[in-house]
Protein backbone atom coordinates (compact mmCIF):
# COMPACT_ATOMS: atom_id res chain seq x y z
CA UNK A 1 0.00 0.00 0.00
CA UNK A 2 1.51 3.15 -0.92
CA UNK A 3 2.15 5.77 1.86
CA UNK A 4 2.75 9.32 -0.22
CA UNK A 5 -0.51 11.20 -0.25
CA UNK A 6 -0.78 11.68 -3.93
CA UNK A 7 0.44 7.93 -4.61
CA UNK A 8 -3.18 7.06 -2.70
CA UNK A 9 -5.13 9.54 -4.49
CA UNK A 10 -3.70 7.79 -8.11
CA UNK A 11 -4.82 4.61 -6.43
CA UNK A 12 -8.28 6.07 -5.79
CA UNK A 13 -8.36 7.46 -9.43
CA UNK A 14 -7.35 4.84 -11.18
CA UNK A 15 -9.99 2.57 -9.42
CA UNK A 16 -12.40 5.23 -10.65
CA UNK A 17 -11.09 5.32 -14.06
CA UNK A 18 -11.62 1.47 -14.51
CA UNK A 19 -14.63 1.09 -13.11
CA UNK A 20 -15.87 4.16 -15.97
CA UNK A 21 -14.32 2.23 -18.66
CA UNK A 22 -15.44 -1.14 -17.55
CA UNK A 23 -18.89 -0.20 -17.49
CA UNK A 24 -18.84 1.49 -20.73
CA UNK A 25 -16.51 -1.76 -22.56
CA UNK A 26 -19.52 -3.30 -20.97
CA UNK A 27 -22.18 -1.37 -22.36
CA UNK A 28 -20.78 -1.84 -25.53
CA UNK A 29 -20.64 -5.31 -25.52
CA UNK A 30 -24.42 -5.12 -24.67
CA UNK A 31 -25.56 -3.53 -27.21
CA UNK A 32 -23.06 -5.87 -29.65
CA UNK A 33 -25.07 -8.73 -28.49
CA UNK A 34 -28.59 -7.13 -29.44
CA UNK A 35 -27.77 -6.49 -32.83
CA UNK A 36 -26.32 -10.26 -33.33
CA UNK A 37 -29.61 -11.67 -31.67
CA UNK A 38 -32.11 -9.45 -33.99
CA UNK A 39 -29.67 -11.09 -36.48
CA UNK A 40 -30.65 -14.87 -35.28
CA UNK A 41 -33.75 -13.59 -35.00
CA UNK A 42 -34.35 -12.58 -38.59
CA UNK A 43 -36.06 -9.67 -37.76
CA UNK A 44 -34.07 -6.98 -40.13
CA UNK A 45 -35.81 -3.54 -38.63
CA UNK A 46 -34.30 -4.77 -35.17
CA UNK A 47 -31.49 -5.27 -36.25
CA UNK A 48 -31.33 -1.93 -38.11
CA UNK A 49 -32.68 -0.39 -34.96
CA UNK A 50 -29.96 -2.09 -32.45
CA UNK A 51 -27.29 -1.54 -35.29
CA UNK A 52 -27.91 2.54 -34.77
CA UNK A 53 -27.72 2.27 -31.43
CA UNK A 54 -24.78 -0.09 -31.02
CA UNK A 55 -22.68 2.43 -33.61
CA UNK A 56 -23.27 5.84 -31.51
CA UNK A 57 -22.51 3.67 -27.86
CA UNK A 58 -19.49 2.41 -29.77
CA UNK A 59 -18.14 5.82 -31.57
CA UNK A 60 -19.07 7.19 -27.47
CA UNK A 61 -16.41 4.99 -26.39
CA UNK A 62 -13.87 5.52 -28.84
CA UNK A 63 -14.50 9.51 -28.39
CA UNK A 64 -13.36 9.04 -24.46
CA UNK A 65 -10.01 6.66 -25.35
CA UNK A 66 -11.66 4.06 -24.50
CA UNK A 67 -11.53 2.29 -27.72
CA UNK A 68 -9.09 3.30 -30.19
CA UNK A 69 -10.42 4.82 -33.28
CA UNK A 70 -9.42 1.84 -35.53
CA UNK A 71 -11.22 -0.79 -33.30
CA UNK A 72 -14.53 0.79 -33.17
CA UNK A 73 -15.00 1.50 -36.50
CA UNK A 74 -13.79 -2.13 -37.44
CA UNK A 75 -16.55 -3.17 -34.60
CA UNK A 76 -19.17 -1.00 -36.48
CA UNK A 77 -18.54 -2.12 -39.95
CA UNK A 78 -18.65 -5.94 -38.80
CA UNK A 79 -21.69 -5.35 -37.15
CA UNK A 80 -22.63 -3.20 -40.48
CA UNK A 81 -21.90 -5.90 -42.90
CA UNK A 82 -23.60 -8.38 -40.92
CA UNK A 83 -26.45 -6.38 -40.94
CA UNK A 84 -26.54 -6.34 -44.21
CA UNK A 85 -26.28 -9.56 -45.33
CA UNK A 86 -30.11 -10.47 -43.56
CA UNK A 87 -31.46 -7.51 -45.01
Known amino acids: MANIKSA ?3 ILVNRTKADRNK ?3 SGVKT ?3 KVYTAIEAKDAEAAKEALKN ?3 VIDKAATKGIY ?3 NAARKVSRLTKAVNKIA
Open 68 to 70: HKN
Open 23 to 25: AIK
Open 54 to 56: ATV
Open 31 to 33: AIK
Open 8 to 10: KKR
